[in-house]
């Protein structure tokens, strides 16, 4: 049996992480998060009687009145996630949640030199040298769940690290690949709530929509493989299908891809269970007895429309303080936008602006990371 912290249970990655537990043998759900849904958060506690039950809003906990199962306690506010990440009976902490607010309990398991199934793709583009670096210190393994990043780690295990040529990642276009450029300004918050491929939480579909996910996912996956961005070991193609999850290719020229119908209990089964792969799973199968396209579109770099990847590009390369000022500035970008007070084709050219005009700094340390993130959310208007 492996125990599992489940950190953001209450999410579209948490929910789709008890669907698999509940499918497969060998995982016992130690502790789950939620932030704000106490009804599901109380259903998901009657049905999987963790040892702890995390509620991280403290505020929303006044308003806590449920029973909990006998042998669950609930354990109230953010410090509980970095305590419960170090107990010696967690054997995974499942990191899924939204934002910057998973950074300190992804860096906790780290710390405890746990496995990391790594959904918030937040922390590592925030906070990458310092996660990568406690991990190696610790024996800590991130195993990727986002599902680009799942197929890349699951491709490179056909050949050596060495003899990598280039990652491939795959992105999806989100629901406006096709629509023309002037049009982008007068995109509503529904339009951009609908992902043509993909069901998920509201934050990363939105940033799905401006293509700002595939920055973040860039800059994960430079941390995640250690990529050399000028040597150009990352490049990035439209599949709108959303099959190949993403590609490796080898010196020699060989390309392994990883394919399956979009399903996220896939790469998390995987975060799971790797080194094993196990039947038994919900995820959905491929249909071989239809026929089927896949696309693949290079990025025209010269069109706005692409200028989110051309800034994970960059933000990559530069690495130090970049990353976290990009995470920061496109949170509060996508929640004014969520609001009104932003445009949609504003989000990635206030993002950018940011990134350019901070104080960098090379190698920052936790405390100057955290101190930054608060800056750039305070003086964001
Ligand atoms: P979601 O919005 O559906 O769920 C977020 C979870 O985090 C919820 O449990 C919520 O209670 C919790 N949470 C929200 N704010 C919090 C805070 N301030 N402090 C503590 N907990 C908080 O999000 P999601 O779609 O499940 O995404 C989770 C992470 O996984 C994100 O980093 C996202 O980019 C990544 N991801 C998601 C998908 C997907 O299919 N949903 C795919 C790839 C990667
Ligand atoms: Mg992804």
């Given at each position: 049996?492996?125990?599992?912290?489940?950190?953001?249970?209450?999410?579209?990655?948490?929910?789709?992480?008890?669907?698999?537990?509940?499918?497969?043998?060998?995982?016992?759900?130690?502790?789950?998060?939620?932030?704000?849904?106490?009804?599901?958060?109380?259903?998901?506690?009657?049905?999987?009687?963790?040892?702890?039950?995390?509620?991280?809003?403290?505020?929303?906990?006044?308003?806590?009145?449920?029973?909990?199962?006998?042998?669950?306690?609930?354990?109230?506010?953010?410090?509980?996630?970095?305590?419960?990440?170090?107990?010696?009976?967690?054997?995974?902490?499942?990191?899924?949640?939204?934002?910057?607010?998973?950074?300190?309990?992804?860096?906790?398991?780290?710390?405890?030199?746990?496995?990391?199934?790594?959904?918030?793709?937040?922390?590592?583009?925030?906070?990458?040298?310092?996660?990568?670096?406690?991990?190696?210190?610790?024996?800590?393994?991130?195993?990727?769940?986002?599902?680009?990043?799942?197929?890349?780690?699951?491709?490179?295990?056909?050949?050596?690290r060495k003899e990598l040529e280039r990652v491939i990642l795959?992105?999806?276009?989100?629901?406006?690949?096709?629509?023309?450029?002037?049009?982008?300004?007068?995109?509503?918050?529904?339009?951009?709530?609908?992902?043509?491929?993909?069901?998920?939480?509201?934050?990363?579909?939105?940033?799905?929509?401006?293509?700002?996910?595939?920055?973040?996912?860039i800059?994960?996956a430079k941390?995640?493989f250690d990529l050399d961005m000028t040597r150009r070991e990352l490049e990035?193609?439209?599949?709108?299908?959303?099959?190949?999850?993403?590609?490796v290719e080898f010196h020699?020229?060989?390309?392994?891809?990883?394919?399956?119908?979009?399903?996220?209990?896939?790469?998390?089964?995987?975060?799971?269970?790797?080194?094993?792969?196990?039947?038994?799973?919900?995820?959905?199968?491929?249909?071989?007895?239809?026929?089927?396209?896949?696309?693949?579109?290079?990025?025209?770099?010269?069109?706005?429309?692409?200028?989110?990847?051309?800034?994970?590009l960059e933000?990559a390369s530069l690495a130090?303080?970049?990353?976290?000022?990009?995470?920061?500035?496109?949170?509060?970008?996508?929640?004014?936008?969520?609001?009104?007070?932003?445009?949609?084709?504003?989000?990635?050219?206030?993002?950018?602006?940011?990134?350019?005009?901070?104080?960098?700094?090379?190698?920052?340390?936790?405390?100057?990371?955290?101190?930054?993130?608060?800056?750039?959310?305070?003086?964001?208007?």
């Amino acid at each position: 049996m492996k125990n599992i912290a489940l950190f953001g249970a209450t999410g579209s990655i948490g929910r789709s992480t008890l669907d698999v537990v509940k499918t497969i043998d060998g995982f016992r759900v130690l502790a789950i998060s939620g932030h704000k849904n106490l009804k599901l958060l109380h259903e998901q506690s009657m049905l999987f009687r963790p040892r702890w039950v995390i509620l991280t809003d403290e505020n929303a906990a006044k308003d806590w009145n449920f029973e909990l199962p006998v042998g669950s306690e609930l354990c109230v506010g953010m410090k509980a996630l970095t305590q419960i990440a170090a107990e010696s009976d967690v054997d995974i902490v499942v990191s899924a949640i939204v934002g910057r607010a998973g950074l300190e309990s992804t860096i906790a398991a780290a710390q405890a030199g746990k496995r990391i199934a790594l959904a918030n793709k937040e922390s590592l583009v925030a906070g990458g040298a310092l996660v990568k670096q406690i991990a190696s210190e610790t024996g800590a393994e991130i195993i990727p769940v986002d599902s680009e990043h799942s197929a890349i780690f699951q491709s490179l295990q056909a050949g050596k690290r060495k003899e990598l040529e280039r990652v491939i990642l795959t992105a999806s276009g989100g629901p406006f690949f096709r629509l023309p450029e002037k049009d982008l300004k007068n995109v509503t918050l529904d339009q951009a709530l609908k992902h043509p491929t993909w069901n998920m939480g509201a934050k990363v579909t939105l940033d799905s929509a401006t293509l700002m996910n595939k920055a973040l996912e860039i800059i994960e996956a430079k941390w995640l493989f250690d990529l050399d961005m000028t040597r150009r070991e990352l490049e990035v193609m439209i599949h709108p299908q959303s099959i190949v999850h993403s590609m490796v290719e080898f010196h020699d020229g060989a390309v392994i891809a990883q394919m399956s119908p979009p399903d996220m209990r896939l790469p998390i089964q995987n975060a799971l269970t790797y080194p094993e792969r196990v039947s038994g799973g919900p995820t959905k199968r491929t249909n071989w007895s239809i026929d089927q396209t896949l696309e693949f579109f290079a990025p025209d770099y010269s069109k706005s429309k692409f200028d989110a990847l051309k800034l994970g590009l960059e933000t990559a390369s530069l690495a130090g303080t970049a990353g976290v000022v990009l995470n920061a500035a496109n949170e509060m970008a996508v929640t004014a936008f969520t609001r009104g007070e932003l445009r949609f084709d504003e989000i990635v050219p206030r993002v950018r602006k940011t990134v350019e005009e901070h104080d960098f700094r090379q190698n920052p340390t936790l405390e100057e990371l955290t101190a930054l993130d608060e800056k750039i959310r305070k003086d964001f208007r």
